[in-house]
């Protein structure tokens, strides 16, 4: 009798032949139909171009169709069969000595008030769990603004209060924000991870239930040769239109492409950034980055670091993988279209970096695919650009070739070929290769009532992918350009830079809308006149990403509307399972975001927060305690006095940001700083009246 277990293990191996070989041989299907539509005559160079792009946006179509295809199968036979426990499942490792687990949270000039919310919901949950002796946790600041940095230190130093000793809350601003995240971490685990097994790095907007915490621990000691698991982030907790369809088609949707991913990726799984769990040993001995070679935007410090820890584990030989089917873990995205399209600009530099490691040595070829496709989640919305262009001039071509009926001594009109239904063959294939995952999602909704009912019931649901289907295409020819202008300002060695992310939720004015979408409008009149009169034919098959563009002003804000976001919801449309029943965590963090603020260290007066660090005696104090230790040095004291002269001859609104935060960074400036204003200046009397 065979071995069903063995007979699984060995299925494994074909994974990824499978998916490889669908997606290439989908791809030279859709090839064969194009090149019989354009091949009269031969193909021309517009031909030959179009051919070539066609191809490689057929590559990235099909990957995509296949892993949510797979995704599919994968789920429905979880759902009518229960899944063989593993080899290694089956085989629980001897944990030794009690360990604790570092729940890492890095922030930079992040609202201080949700970080902590945040972070206070998940250890209520752990509480409430029983596991929250196993959980410390470490907020690694790299904030930059002074105000920000004092609130920080304000909100750690309550909380620490409230939970009384043995404290298992920490705090750290670094000096210096080297390499971003990526250095941040790496502190961490130069300073303080040699005390931790693992560490469960976190985003600002992230959320994870306690029983998803506790199930990445147990995971991680069943296999000691995984050193990283990856949980898929679901989109919660904001409001407006737009934000309320991405959670919807996250929800829906990513379920099913993570179970595809997971599929083919097997042990050579990615890293996402946050909300996954890290072994701190093989993390601290393999991911040092290093520094690219040349000037940014290529080169220098490596901003998607991500991508390339995962590689570099995987390269030591580490298991990575991604745990499609553990929930619990959630994100906040950007509220509105320009605030999407502002963090997309901030991860494209990032992202195209990787162009520089998809050839380099030592890397397994998996991990080069994921660096492919990092820099293809950006480079195919220019491709796409290019291949409507092209196809623009191609039928411009076409339409100049007056048709001749007669040849020769031929008595019967030989009438021209006509190559309609090939083109339209080709059209058809690629929007059902894009909108197939959609109808495969209702699918799955349809054989799990349960699901379906959370998701609305099945006809609400249906009527949502149509509407999240309808204004997909109107945005995605603005994201398009969006990410074509980005891409362009990259190749133009535009430096981008990581601004903060908007994660609030806010609405997109007239003024605002007109600045970012203005261009689109006019692109789209130009673009329609010109193919309306020189290529008539072309003009309606040009529509849909016309109209994209024609309407990106009002679109924009009109799905920026948190009230029309509010009104689906109560229709029932764009309803997720975390909104039909909300997790405990997310109604921990309601509850810590209402909470009115505790007496105690709270900011005092009318002054500001980085006023009351040089002026109050106890956030003095704190925020003196918490600067790390340096050597005096004769040059700097000179530079904090020219500041402090300045404070008290022009006031604090004279000083810039910079300014502010190099004067209490330094204990000794501080002090001086601290004594100086209390020893009699107008500054002190007038911060001691406002008290």
């Not at 220098?300 to 390339?308: A, N, Q, R």
């Not at 003009?539 to 920026?560: D, E, K, R």
Request: with cysteine; charged share 20%.
């Amino acid at each position: 009798m065979l071995n069903t277990t063995r007979l699984a293990g060995l299925g494994r191996y074909l994974h990824r032949p499978v998916f490889f070989l669908l997606v290439i041989f989908t791809t030279l299907g859709a090839m064969s139909l194009l090149t019989a539509a354009i091949q009269d005559g031969g193909i021309n160079p517009v031909e030959l171009a179009l051919l070539i792009l066609y191809a490689i946006l057929m590559l990235w179509i099909t990957a995509s169709f296949w892993t949510a295809a797979l995704g599919f199968a994968r789920i429905m036979r979880r759902l009518y069969r229960r899944a063989p426990v593993s080899a290694i499942q089956a085989r629980q490792e001897n944990a030794g000595e009690p360990f604790k687990t570092a729940l890492v949270m890095p922030v930079y000039n992040e609202d201080p008030e949700r970080v902590f919310a945040g972070l206070r919901a998940m250890h209520q949950s752990l509480i409430e769990t029983g596991a929250h002796n196993g959980f410390e946790i470490f907020v690694l600041s790299d904030t930059r603004d002074p105000e920000t940095w004092i609130q920080e230190e304000i909100q750690w130093r309550r909380w620490a209060l409230e939970l009384g000793q043995p404290t298992r809350l920490f705090y750290r601003n670094r000096v210096e924000n080297t390499a971003r995240k990526s250095g941040n971490l790496a502190d961490f685990c130069r300073n303080w991870g040699g005390r931790y097994r693992y560490m469960i790095v976190l985003d600002a907007d992230s959320i994870m239930t306690a029983e998803t915490l506790v199930e990445m621990v147990r995971r991680m000691e069943l296999d000691r040769r995984v050193a990283l698991i990856q949980v898929p982030p679901v989109p919660v907790n904001r409001s407006s239109l737009f934000a309320r369809m991405l959670q919807f088609a996250g929800s829906l949707y990513g379920s099913m492409f993570a179970a595809g991913l997971s599929y083919w990726q097997q042990d050579t799984a990615n890293f996402w950034g946050h909300n996954a769990i890290i072994r701190v040993r093989p993390f601290a001995e393999h991911c040092g980055l290093p520094q690219l070679p040349g000037h940014e935007p290529f080169g220098g410090e490596i901003l998607s670091h991500d991508f390339v820890e995962a590689a570099l584990l995987a390269r030591a030989g580490w298991k990575v993988h991604l745990a499609d089917d553990l929930g619990g873990s959630y994100e906040e995205i950007p509220p509105t279209l320009i605030d999407y399209a502002k963090r997309d600009r901030r991860w494209c530099q990032g992202n195209l970096q990787h162009s520089r490691l998809i050839l380099a040595r030592g890397f397994k070829s998996l991990s080069r695919i994921h660096f492919t496709m990092g820099v293809m989640s950006y480079l195919a919305s220019p491709l796409w650009l290019l291949f409507l262009i092209a196809t623009g001039i191609e039928a411009y071509f076409r339409s100049l070739k007056a048709p001749v009926y007669f040849f020769g001594d031929n008595v019967f009109p030989v009438w021209p070929q006509s190559y309609a239904v090939e083109m339209a063959t080709v059209l058809w294939v690629t929007l059902a290769l894009l909108f197939l995952p959609k109808l495969l999602s209702l699918v799955l909704l349809a054989f799990d009532p349960v699901l379906a009912r959370r998701f609305g019931g099945l006809p609400r649901a249906a009527l949502s992918v149509l509407i999240e289907s309808f204004f997909s295409v109107l945005l995605a020819p603005v994201l398009m350009l969006f990410q074509s202008k980005f891409v362009a300002a990259i190749l133009l060695r535009t430096t981008v830079g990581w601004p903060t992310q908007e994660r609030g939720d806010r609405q997109t004015g007239f003024g605002e809308a007109l600045g970012a979408h203005g261009v689109h409008t006019l692109i789209a009149a130009v673009a329609g006149v010109m193919t309306y009169v020189y290529v008539p034919n072309f003009f309606w098959w040009f529509t849909p990403v016309l109209a994209g563009l024609a309407l990106s002003i009002p679109v924009s804000m009109i799905t920026s509307r948190t009230g029309l976001g509010q009104l689906t919801r109560r229709a029932g449309l764009f309803l997720t399972p975390e909104e039909s029943n909300e997790p405990r965590v997310l109604k921990l963090l309601e509850e810590q975001l209402a909470a009115p603020k505790t007496a105690g260290l709270d900011i005092a007066g009318k002054r500001d927060a980085w006023s009351q660090a040089v002026l109050n005696p106890a956030t003095y104090a704190l925020h003196a305690f918490l600067l790390p230790d340096e050597t005096p040095n004769r040059r700097r004291h000179h530079a904090l006095e020219g500041l402090i002269f300045k404070l008290q001859d022009e006031g604090a609104d004279s000083l810039t940001t910079q300014e502010k935060r190099t004067l209490i960074s330094h204990r000794d400036g501080l002090y001086e700083l601290h004594t100086l204003l209390w020893a009699g200046s107008s500054v002190s009397r007038s911060s001691r009246t406002d008290q």
